[in-house]
Structures are given as C-alpha cells and as structure tokens.
C-alpha cells in the first residue's frame, strides 16, 4: 500500500511540475512566442523549402520534368563552370567590387555616424540624417538611370570637368573607370542607412566615460580613439561578420542597370554573368550550381571570421 501510495504521490507530483511548467510557459511566453511565429513561418516557406532545388546542382533539369523527376549528372555542372573561359575574370571581378565596397560601407558609415553625433542641433541633425537615408529606399532601377544621366559623356559631371579645362571622362564605358564607378555609387547610396546601427552604439556608450577623459585632459580625437571606439567595437565587429558572406554579391541590380558589353572585362560579376548563362540561356542547373558555391563560401568566412574575431578581441558574434 505504502509503495502504491508513494507511486501515486510521485505521478501526481509530476503532473503538478508538468502543469506548472505550461502555466508558466502559458502566462509569460505564448504572446512573445506568437509574436515570432509569423516570421518563423516566413522563414520556413520562403528560406528553408526553396532548399529543395538545390538538387537541380546534381541534376540535368528540365522544368517540364521538374526537380524530382530530371537526370541525376552529379559534380558536372561544377566541372563545367570552372572550365568556362571567363571565370576567373568573372570572379576577380566579383571579390574586388564586394571588398571594396564592404569596406567603405564600414568605415565610411563609422565616421559619419561619429560626426553626426556631435551636431547638437536637433533640426540640422535630422534634416541631414533623412537626406542621407533616402538614397537607401530608391531601387536601382530608378538610381541607375539617374547615376546614367549624370556619368554619362554628355552628363553633369563631364559638364563640371569641361568647365575647369578638363577633359571628358567615359565613367560608363571605360573598363578602369567603372568599377570605381559602382563603388563610390553604392557607398554613397548606403552610407547614411549603414549608419543607424552605429548611432545606436554611440548612444550605448557610459557618458561618465567622456566627463573622466574631459578630465583627464583629452581632446576630442583622443576621446574617439579610446572611448568612442572601443565602445562600438562589438558592434563594428557584428556589422563587418555578417557582411562578410555578401564578398561574391557585388550588387546584381546596380551592375545590371549600369553595365553594358563594352565593360564586361572589369564590370561583369557572377551575378550577372550566371544570368546571361543560367536564365537567358536557360540552363538552369549552371545556375544553381553557382549560388551553391557562394553560399558555402559564405558559410565559411562568416563562421571563420566569428572565430577570428573571438581569438583576437575575445568577442563571440554566436
């Protein structure tokens, strides 16, 4: 009877951790929980499903046929677009546009955010940070004709040049010209909004630090140096990880909307080259073989680089 009794105490003693365990998770975390789900569903449907056409890498796939249903080729497709004669171009092309401009759009948006920190008056300050954003919210559809109208032989810039005796330049068409081009238009148009998080960091930062170092006697670099600085390091760190994976996305939409034949040598990235290959020509697979690479790759430098930063500043990003 004892034993019975004592099984009977433990199985209700269960049931009343089990039950607590839901009320609690009932009362305190099913809003935030549901508040999640939506995204959680997003992620699902349109991230982790579309995973599936991966095995159009492997396959020779045929739309009428569909993912499950077309030839198995294995490594072939990948064989095949590292025996294309222009890769190699493609690709040094591809790294050195996405450096330079991961690059800028670190340091760039850091300093900027600094200066702007220190206008005190509240109406200049947000006259300038709305003008710098709204580059931001215009696509390049309609800021690749605009960067057209003003680069192009006849446009503004030249115009400006000609007035000071100087001689034409041909931004649009000249191969050494237009890579930089595409840099200094994309930093300019992403600057202001990469800021934002650099502004929230400034503003995380232990006013009582600035009052010592005022004290101390420091100026105001020494005190971006050593208190501005390192204060945003976590989040300079965070920005320049998770920007790393994008080293092979050099910005499809702006090359596509500013390129042409005659700077395909400097200008052509992998984007844009897969899709001259992979939707034009309709070869699918090349295709996804491609975005396979550059997401592995991308696997790769952010999870070294989280290790990297760790090593050397003893920050972990996750």
Known sequence: ????????????????????????????????????????????????????????????????????????????????????????????????????KILFNTIIPIIFAILLNEIRIKWLKKSVQTIVYLPHFLSWVILGSVVVSLFNLDGV??????????????????????????????????????????????????PGLYEAATMDGANWRQKVQNVTLPGMLPFILLMSILSLPGILNAGFDQVYNLYSPVVYQSGDIIDTYVYRIGLIGRDYSLGTAVGLIKSIIGLILILGSNKLAEKKTNRVMF
Request: aromatic letters at 16%; zero cysteines; proline letters at 4%.
């Open 157 to 206: 810039i030249n115009q400006i040049l000609i007035s000071f005796g100087m001689d034409p330049l041909n931004f649009l068409g000249s191969n050494s010209l237009f890579p930089k081009l595409l840099i200094g238009t994309e930093v300019w148009k992403e600057f202001g909004y990469n800021s934002i998080i650099y502004l929230a960091a400034l503003t995380s930062i232990d």
């Open 1 to 100: 009877m004892d034993i019975a009794k004592g099984v009977s105490v433990d199985k209700y003693s269960n049931k009343n951790v089990k039950k607590s365990k839901l009320s609690w998770i009932g009362s305190n975390q099913l809003f935030f929980l549901a508040m999640v789900l939506p995204g959680i569903i997003f992620l699902l449907v349109f991230s982790y499903t579309p995973m599936t056409g991966l095995l159009m890498a492997f396959q020779d796939y045929v739309p009428a046929k569909g993912v499950f249903g077309s030839e198995f080729v294995g490594f072939d497709h990948f064989k095949y677009l590292f025996s294309l004669p222009d890769i190699l171009q493609v690709t040094k092309n591809t790294v050195f546009i996405a450096f330079w």
